[in-house]
């Protein structure tokens, strides 16, 4: 097994390079993405091309950020995609996407095969962007597609899946195998499609805020509820919103740690935990 791909390129695994090959993954995304002249299309991480170049055949222009400066070069001197893409040589996880956005006019529609040893992280950051983003495709781990789309009670459900459910559609699109890409990454992969809700079911004051609900309320998954929470809100303040105090976390739904934060919110003068 060869770390090279077709086009000679050696691929870098710190920049969690893992080149798609299979043309039939390769148009399942095309089509789940189903591109559009006039949209603004941007790509994370687009390498050597492999999506950049089907989805360039349906929308008329794309913008790309590639961290890696020798693929960003390529695809800068490639005459077949000349006047066609803008690269921005730039971490997609400090890139301004709202800039953009303004400069563009209009709501982005954004995809990549992401890197997965920054896909959480850049995950967060565009979710701190969504009202500029009208939908997201994303090809993840399929682990962690799995927690973002599991509902209460199953195994996977945790801040993951409330953070993202919270405020996106969660609909995961097509499975990938290791052997579709170059060079093969040790774990299943799965595209996912988010898309931001213009009016959330569950309306949440803060979600800095819900992120540190999550973090402390599944930080031991075995625990209950009233004890993961308890430098938060009382056991009784949980009953009176709803909530069984000797749940275990992951039973719980959306609205519950939503419901939690609004409170807390509400409350943030209240020190009633002490
Ligand atoms: N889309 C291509 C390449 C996927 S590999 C394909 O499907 O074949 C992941 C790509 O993300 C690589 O091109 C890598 O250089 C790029 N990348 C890695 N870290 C990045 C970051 N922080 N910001 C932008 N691009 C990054």
């Known amino acids: 097994m060869t770390n090279r791909t077709m086009d000679g390129h050696r691929a870098r695994k710190r920049f969690g390079q893992n080149f798609l090959h299979d043309e039939?993954?390769?148009?399942?995304?095309?089509?789940?993405?189903?591109?559009?002249?006039?949209?603004?299309?941007?790509?994370?991480?687009?390498?050597?091309?492999?999506?950049?170049?089907p989805i360039l055949e349906r929308a008329d222009h794309l913008h790309v950020v590639e961290l890696d400066r020798d693929l960003a070069a390529r695809l800068e001197n490639d005459p077949t995609m000349a006047g066609k893409i803008t690269v921005h040589r730039n971490d997609a996880l400090k890139f301004d996407f709202t800039a953009l956005a303004r400069q563009l006019d209009?709501?982005?529609?954004?995809?990549?095969?992401?890197?997965?040893?920054?896909s959480t992280p850049l995950i967060f950051h565009l979710l701190s962007a969504l009202d500029v983003i009208d939908d997201m495709?994303?090809?993840?781990?399929?682990?962690?597609?799995?927690?973002?789309?599991?509902?209460?009670?199953?195994?996977?459900?945790?801040?993951?899946?409330v953070m993202v459910q919270q405020c996106c559609k969660v609909t995961p699109v097509l499975e990938v195998p290791p052997h579709s890409f170059t060079p093969a990454p040790k774990v299943d992969s799965a595209v996912v499609r988010l898309e931001p809700?213009?009016?959330?079911?569950?309306?949440?004051?803060?979600?800095?805020?819900?992120?540190?609900?999550?973090?402390?309320?599944?930080?031991?998954?075995?625990?209950?509820?009233r004890n993961n929470l308890k430098e938060l809100i009382s056991a009784d303040t949980l009953e009176q919103l709803g909530i069984n105090p000797a749940d275990r976390p992951e039973v719980r739904s959306v609205e519950d740690f939503v419901k939690i934060t609004n409170w807390l919110a509400e409350h943030s003068s209240n020190d009633e935990a002490h």
């Open 137 to 161: 495709h994303f090809m993840l781990q399929k682990e962690v597609v799995d927690r973002m789309a599991a509902g209460p009670g199953s195994k996977t459900f945790g801040r993951l899946s």
């Open 106 to 118: 209009g709501k982005l529609r954004v995809f990549g095969n992401l890197p997965y040893n920054i």
């Open 24 to 53: 039939q993954v390769i148009s399942g995304i095309v089509a789940a993405v189903f591109p559009k002249p006039q949209q603004h299309l941007i790509e994370i991480g687009p390498g050597l091309a492999a999506l950049t170049r």
């Open 197 to 225: 809700y213009e009016h959330p079911p569950y309306p949440v004051a803060d979600r800095a805020l819900l992120n540190h609900v999550c973090h402390t309320a599944f930080h031991q998954r075995r625990k209950t509820l």
